[in-house]
């Protein structure tokens, strides 16, 4: 059992670190009660896990191997291992509190780790179902009754034609989309800040500037050039004098990505596609699709930008997982008998 002096000074323990939380960490009120939860369980499961007929030990002298057993428990319960790591920094950030004001020895929580976390496979639209969401005429989105002028007509026609191009462009090159709102429409310079990215329609490539500043160069298809040159002669209708920008807003701005990431979303479900697209969705089929019918990770790998190669390799699983699929459907002996 608990002695009633032990179990009083972890209470006080615990309200006063989270009163410093709340005070001089300003962490929200929601923050500050999970942490609260978080370490009132810990304090739970060591009161529960003492031996009997000896006394718990305050929080203050909890060992590496009670911290360690309780982080197992919550893993037999069925916990995640991102739930778990949340757990662990909160208790290992009330043991650095409590090593600052206590002869606390060494903070228990350091050395236990979650256990390591599977990652998603990132969701990638069929070949079919890919090339049918970027070809396919973009139906008119908007609120309410549209007057049929010829000025709406023609941003109608322009808006269109937008998103057709950044759609194409979006899996032609596997783009991320701050990429693909990043891009002038062509290369400038001018005192001292230069363009991020561009399109070069006489090599069909696209530049970008990726993570950690990393400019690469992708080639850019046939289709998507052909969807972008019919952009490009609306563009100036709608553009604002100066705007640089290759993909505006119907304000004649630089476009945002959630004005992307909406318009993608809106087309998908017009098509009646199954899956909640947004343009990440588009940059995994690229590099799936690509990874499938070149095998080369490498090069893949580059188009991506991505600065190991440990990044890309998820892809082949997704091509394992397409194989598998193949297979069960066709080999005679993997069909289930009924």
């Known amino acids: 059992m608990a002695t009633t002096a032990a179990a009083d000074a972890s209470a006080a323990q615990l309200a006063a670190y989270l009163d410093c939380l709340r005070s001089q960490r300003h962490l929200s009120p929601h923050t500050v009660s999970n942490y609260g939860r978080d370490l009132q369980e810990l304090s739970a499961m060591i009161a529960r896990d003492a031996d009997a007929g000896m006394a718990t030990p305050a929080l203050q002298a909890v060992t590496h191997l009670q911290v360690r057993r309780c982080a197992s428990q919550l893993h037999a319960r069925g916990l995640s291992a991102?739930?778990?790591a949340r757990k662990l920094s909160a208790w290992r950030g009330f043991f650095d509190w409590?090593?600052?004001?206590?002869?606390?020895?060494?903070n228990p929580v350091d050395g236990v780790k979650a256990p390591k976390r599977s990652k998603p496979l990132p969701k990638a639209l069929s070949a079919d179902d890919a090339v049918r969401l970027v070809s396919a005429p973009v139906a008119r989105q908007g609120r309410g009754a549209i007057v049929d002028t010829a000025a709406t007509t023609m941003l109608d026609a322009a808006t269109r034609a937008c998103n057709r191009a950044m759609f194409e462009l979006l899996y032609s090159s596997g783009l991320r989309v701050s990429e693909l709102v990043g891009l002038d429409l062509r290369y400038a310079q001018e005192a001292g800040a230069a363009s991020a990215g561009w399109?070069?329609?006489?090599?069909?490539?696209?530049?970008?500037?990726?993570?950690?500043?990393?400019?690469?160069?992708?080639?850019?298809?046939?289709?998507?050039?052909?969807?972008?040159?019919?952009?490009?002669?609306?563009?100036?209708?709608?553009a604002r004098p100066q705007t640089a920008a290759l993909f505006v807003s119907s304000r004649g701005t630089r476009m945002s990505a959630r004005i992307v990431q909406v318009r993608l979303k809106a087309h998908a479900q017009a098509l009646g596609i199954p899956v909640d697209v947004h343009p990440h969705v588009l940059r995994h089929s690229f590099a799936s699709h690509v990874l499938q019918s070149s095998g080369d990770l490498r090069a893949v790998q580059e188009m991506l930008g991505h600065a190991s190669i440990t990044s890309t390799q998820i892809y082949t699983s997704l091509d394992f997982q397409r194989l598998a699929q193949v297979y069960d459907a066709a080999h005679p002996r993997a069909r289930k008998k009924d």
């Not at 490539?205 to 500043?213: I, L, Q, R």
């Not at 298809?221 to 952009?231: F, N, Q, R, T, V």
């Open 199 to 238: 399109i070069d329609f006489d090599s069909h490539d696209v530049t970008v500037t990726g993570k950690g500043n990393k400019m690469r160069t992708v080639p850019v298809g046939a289709a998507a050039i052909a969807a972008l040159a019919e952009w490009t002669a609306l563009r100036a209708g709608i």
């Open 98 to 106: 409590l090593a600052e004001s206590t002869d606390l020895p060494a």
């Open 82 to 84: 991102r739930s778990i």
